[in-house]
């Protein structure tokens, strides 16, 4: 049986940067990944936004410190990401938007965020084409922006193995077996292992690694379906989001990545729950009409690529992390709701110092985002 | 310009002509023909400029799959190869990203049309063509997608008349002469639909595929089954400049050479022996382009050997044990430099020579295009695969295998029928590689004519046998098939020569004794006569060794085979193996005086949308410790337009030389779309129908 300080399941976009800020800290730390290589679970699927601007307290810190991290990748590793700070706009075409995000806007604010109202012909200006009738402005935060979640992972992997790090991939964990109220033995289908401490970073099988040790978790995965073009000249920088809805899709984003590419997500409405992330005809015309709805001068675009990822999401749209009650080495960082590639960075960074350097200083994270709360709010920013 | 005006087996058909511009200057090209052909027969062989490097790039498969082709036309980026040529375009080479092209959209709706169908055929070639045509007899309903205007695949880049037996295959008949046949066939039938110059683009869980047509619409087509016969692409090579312009495919070269009759080159060299390759030097030759030589790494002809005799009786020679090293040239091909190779595949460089060509063909094999076999398979669909989809075999193999797939797929839909077991005993020995090589039968010259057969290599061919009015000629019967040698077993010739006129080796000749010491010959000639009566010509022995220059005596045209056949007299002693005519001036096949030898071996290109080398590849997975092709998307690799489709083929060996082995590497994930779709080719605009 291998032992290590501290096993990770789930070479994502949490488990990554957690990996490396642990083994910084000088713990002995493997990360088991039931795929290939890190990173293929839901972080290949996610298409490359990063934000502070959420609406409480634990995910702003979050974000704000993943924007910091990411752009320092770049600047004093040396290792490209392809951060752009193009920001997150917000367009708005209705009364009921404006109202919703303006009186969001004062709640962001009191927690000290970049964010604004624009009118329409600054949205305009920042997103050439943008279909102009009905447009009431947007708000906007220009801080936040976007990087490629494949070289974001492919950074915190070789800073993460440099740091000692080791990576265990192909290995699926099958079993856990307790002794009391403590994981003793995780069991693979090729090895065991034990940790004085595991941390479930499972994404969307988050979930099936709770029962494994008597845990359940209130993580359901449904599927999303994302897409990217080909590139052309820079035109517009910032993430849009257009939170409007129609009969086949909740929101929908997309922006223009480091290459070119317009990359695009939609949310399908009824949601797609499971874990398939085989692709279906419907999402192309689904995209395309939303896409072209608010931006039509896309129109001669071609499309490049289209796929499927999760979104683990809890009851109350926010992630559970902490320590549980009932078993006493477990560290849970699970149910992201969509945006582990965005709030990975930070969290990592954030949990390991509260595992090894005892940090009281996120202690209202950890009562946020605890599995014990009633999990009764609901995410205004999904 | 750069056309073929005179061809010896294409005719050439009335255009309409069209004016357009390239970066500013006036051009004329062909109305419809693809824009990539009009540049090319204006000399323009650089398409776009590569963001990576300003490196110039030109066409490499024109067939639309790859995209390097793409040029700004009416300022949108679109693949040359498939967008038709009209009057007045504005034709611009693409330089790094292009603009967003313009809009003035307003309204739109969005509406996917869905066709149903009972069987999907993805890729109207051979195997397609006939077994929607075994499938439409039993009444089920055909959709058959097909991104050419024209059916029949590479049948009709196939000018070369064919192998396996008239019964089955139309053996010597010529590929575009069949795919005609074939396309009559299909549009007299009610119960089959072509859709052209569309492309199946993804193949969905909810039993649907997606469709594009080009700068067309996109569709939904619903099926119960679906054939998969969508050919096959061809292998790049990785050597330093293996992406200049003038490096491509053999493919594109048929495609430019027989489909659109551009005179793409004036010297050409060729890398790869099997028939795909043999076959271009010898389109080449017949277009007037000068082939300056072949060369395989392995130590011997991967292709016919019939292919290769012929070719090098026309004066080309071929390097075993050879490989190109690198190309070079000041924004295009100007020289290539090759070298033998020792028995670990190592360049000896003491070898290395540089040849000046504007043309390097890589015919370096092909890969079946199975991607939408394997979803297909992965989603539970009733889906079955034929010709070079299911394996790479010649035409004549896919046209008997497309028909038992189009029986197999009757049944696996419910249909009670039985399949002769003869035909699957038929389309293994029509799929066999070239088999064992005998010793010439002894020749003994009559007074009256008589064939003698330079072909003694068992492969799946037999129309001299039964296009013999006499039945003269039989097969030698050692295996019992149509692999078998043909001999002489009934001394009743009448001279006719149309055993020689068939021959798709042209390996047949007649001779007959006309003098004590003199022998009348009769030969196959494809090439457009440079000669007539009293000339004297070089007459080779089979494997292109000069006999003697022999004097014509006569030449007739046979219509039906398009083949002239050459009688000339020579000395009765060369007569029995005097089999060609040799057609090219052996000086163009010399050396240049100085070895090019200022490269890097690493610095190929091995992902060419994204200019990823492999020393770029082979850093990144030792750095990465990469067992995962997807890791490679972080470099670039397979992100481009063609979807990795080029790139995938390669990566086992650059894997192995970055000391993996390949066995431990999980492939990449291939996901739709396999084409790149526009946006408008999911909406209909206000107004529109």
Redesign the interface.
């Known amino acids: 049986m291998k032992n290590y300080d501290i096993l990770i399941i789930g070479a994502g976009s949490v488990g990554l940067p957690l990996s490396y800020y642990l083994s910084r800290k000088g713990k002995k730390v493997a990360v088991l990944d039931k795929?290939?290589?890190?990173g293929?679970g839901q972080n290949?699927a996610a298409i490359g936004g990063i934000r502070a601007t959420h609406s409480d307290p634990a995910k702003i810190k979050i974000g704000q410190m993943s924007i910091e991290i990411v752009k320092e990748i770049e600047k004093n590793e040396g290792i490209a990401v392809d951060w752009i700070e193009g920001g997150y706009l917000y367009p708005v075409y209705d009364d009921e938007k404006e109202k919703a995000l303006k009186s969001l806007l004062e709640v962001q604010k009191s927690y000290g965020l970049n964010i604004d109202w624009i009118d329409a012909p600054k949205v305009i200006e920042l997103v050439p084409g943008i279909t102009e009738e009905g447009l009431r402005g947007g708000t906007f935060s220009p801080g936040d922006g976007s990087a490629s979640p494949?070289?974001v992972?492919?950074a915190f992997?070789?800073l993460s193995?440099t740091a000692g790090t080791e990576f265990i991939?192909n290995e699926k964990v099958v079993s856990m077996e307790m002794d009391g109220d403590k994981i003793y033995k995780v069991i693979t289908d090729k090895e065991e292992y034990s940790a004085d401490l595991i941390i479930n970073a499972a994404g969307g099988y988050g979930k099936e690694i709770g029962e494994m040790c008597g845990l359940d978790l209130p993580v359901v995965p449904d599927s999303h379906e994302a897409g990217i073009?080909?590139?052309?000249?820079h035109?517009f920088k910032p993430m849009v989001v257009d939170l409007r809805s129609d009969n086949q899709s909740a929101n929908f984003y997309y922006y223009q990545n480091y290459?070119?590419q317009i990359v695009f997500c939609v949310t399908p409405e009824p949601k797609l729950y499971g874990v398939?992330c085989?692709?279906?005809?419907?999402f192309?015309?689904?995209a395309?009409?939303r896409?072209?709805t608010l931006h039509?001068?896309?129109?001669?675009?071609?499309?490049?690529?289209?796929?499927r990822g999760l979104y683990p999401m809890t009851p109350d749209g926010f992630p559970i992390v902490g320590k549980t009650k009932k078993v006493s080495n477990i560290f849970l960082a699970v149910g992201m709701c969509g945006q582990g590639f965005m709030l990975g960075p930070g969290l990592g960074k954030i949990i390991s110092e509260i595992i090894v350097d005892g940090s009281k200083e996120y202690d209202f994270i950890l009562d946020q985002l605890s599995l014990y709360r009633k999990f009764e709010g609901n995410e205004l920013l999904k | 310009m750069n056309r073929i005006e005179k061809h010896p087996v294409l005719d050439k058909t009335e255009h309409n002509t069209v004016r357009f511009n390239f970066d500013g200057k006036e051009m004329e090209g062909f109305e419809n023909e693809p824009v990539s052909s009009a540049l090319f027969a204006n000399g323009v062989k650089e398409f776009s400029i590569h963001k990576k490097g300003n490196a110039p790039q030109g066409i490499f498969c024109a067939n639309g799959q790859c995209s390097q082709c793409t040029v700004i036309i009416n300022g949108s980026p679109l693949k040359s190869c498939v967008t038709p040529l009209k009057e007045g375009m504005d034709i611009r080479t693409l330089i790094h990203l292009p603009e967003l092209p313009e809009t003035d959209m307003k309204d739109f709706e969005q509406k996917t049309e869905t066709l149903k169908t009972d069987v999907l055929i993805v890729g109207g070639g051979p195997s397609g063509l006939t077994s929607a045509l075994e499938l439409a007899k039993l009444g089920f309903k055909i959709i058959i997608v097909e991104d050419k205007d024209k059916l029949g695949g590479k049948l009709l880049l196939q000018t070369h008349k064919f192998f396996g037996s008239q019964e089955d295959s139309y053996a010597g008949m010529r590929g575009f002469e069949i795919a005609a046949l074939l396309e009559s066939q299909i549009k007299e039938n009610e119960n089959i639909t072509v859709l052209y110059e569309s492309s199946a683009v993804g193949i969905y869980k909810d039993q649907k595929a997606g469709v594009y047509k080009n700068n067309g619409k996109f569709s939904l087509i619903e099926f119960d089954g679906m054939v998969i016969s969508a050919g096959a692409r061809e292998k790049s090579l990785v050597f330093p400049g293996n992406d200049l312009p003038g490096v491509y495919g053999a493919g594109a070269f048929q495609t430019l050479v027989n489909r659109d009759l551009i005179k793409a080159s004036d010297k050409v060299f060729i890398v790869g022996s099997g028939n795909v390759g043999l076959i271009g030097a010898y389109h080449a030759l017949q277009a007037n382009i000068g082939v300056v030589g072949i060369c395989d790494i392995l130590d011997k002809v991967s292709g016919y050997k019939v292919h290769s005799d012929k070719i090098q009786r026309m004066g080309v020679p071929l390097y075993l044990k050879t490989t190109v090293l690198a190309a070079d040239g000041k924004d295009k091909l100007e020289r290539i430099t090759v070298a033998e190779v020792d028995k670990n595949w190592q360049p000896i460089l003491e070898t290395a020579r540089t040849y000046e060509v504007d043309t390097l063909l890589i015919a370096a094999g092909l890969s079946p295009v199975d991607e939408f076999y394997k979803s297909a398979k992965k989603f539970g669909f009733k889906v079955i695969k034929a010709g070079d989809a299911d394996e790479i075999a010649e035409a004549s193999s896919a046209m008997f295998g497309g028909r038992i797939a189009g029986l197999t797929m009757a049944k696996e839909l419910g249909r009670k029928i039985e399949i002769d077991k003869a035909y699957y005993e038929k389309a293994e020995i029509l799929k066999s590689k070239p088999g064992k090589v005998y010793e010439p039968n002894k020749v003994v010259v009559k007074e009256y004519f008589t064939p003698v057969f330079q072909c003694i290599q068992d492969i799946p061919c037999n129309p001299c046998t039964t296009v013999c009015p006499k039945n003269c000629i039989t097969l030698d019967n050692k295996l019992g098939n149509i692999l078998d040698i043909p001999l002489y077993s009934n001394d009743e010739c009448i001279g006719c020569g149309l055993c020689v006129a068939i021959c798709p080796g042209l390996a047949i000749s007649l001779v007959k004794q006309v003098e004590e010491s003199f022998a009348e010959v009769m030969l196959p000639h494809e090439f457009l006569l440079d000669f007539v009566p009293g000339d004297k010509i070089p007459v080779t022995d089979i494997s292109g060794k000069t006999l003697e220059d022999a004097e014509v005596l006569s030449s007739r045209f046979n219509k039906k085979y398009k083949t002239h056949l050459i009688t000339v007299k020579m000395s009765l002693a060369n007569a029995h193996k005097a089999i060609g005519i040799r057609v090219q001036d052996p000086k163009i096949t010399e050396p240049a005086k100085e070895t090019y030898l200022d490269f890097l071996p690493d610095d190929g290109i091995v992902c060419r949308c994204e200019r990823v080398t492999v020393k770029e590849i082979v850093d990144f997975i030792k750095e990465y410790h990469v067992r995962d092709v997807n890791q490679l998307k972080q470099i670039r690799v397979g992100m481009g337009a063609c979807g990795s489709k080029t790139c995938s083929i390669l990566l086992p060996r650059i894997f192995a030389q970055a000391g993996v082995d390949y066995s431990e590497v999980t492939p990449g994930t291939i996901r739709p779309l396999t084409v790149e779709v526009p946006m408008s080719s999911l909406i209909n605009e206000d107004g529109e129908k």
């Open positions: 795929r290939p290589s890190y293929r290949r494949l070289k992972a492919g992997f070789k193995k991939f073009t080909e590139p052309v000249k035109f290459e070119g398939d085989d692709n279906t005809s419907e192309l015309p689904l395309v009409r896409i072209l039509p001068k896309l129109k001669n675009i071609r499309i490049r690529k289209t796929w």
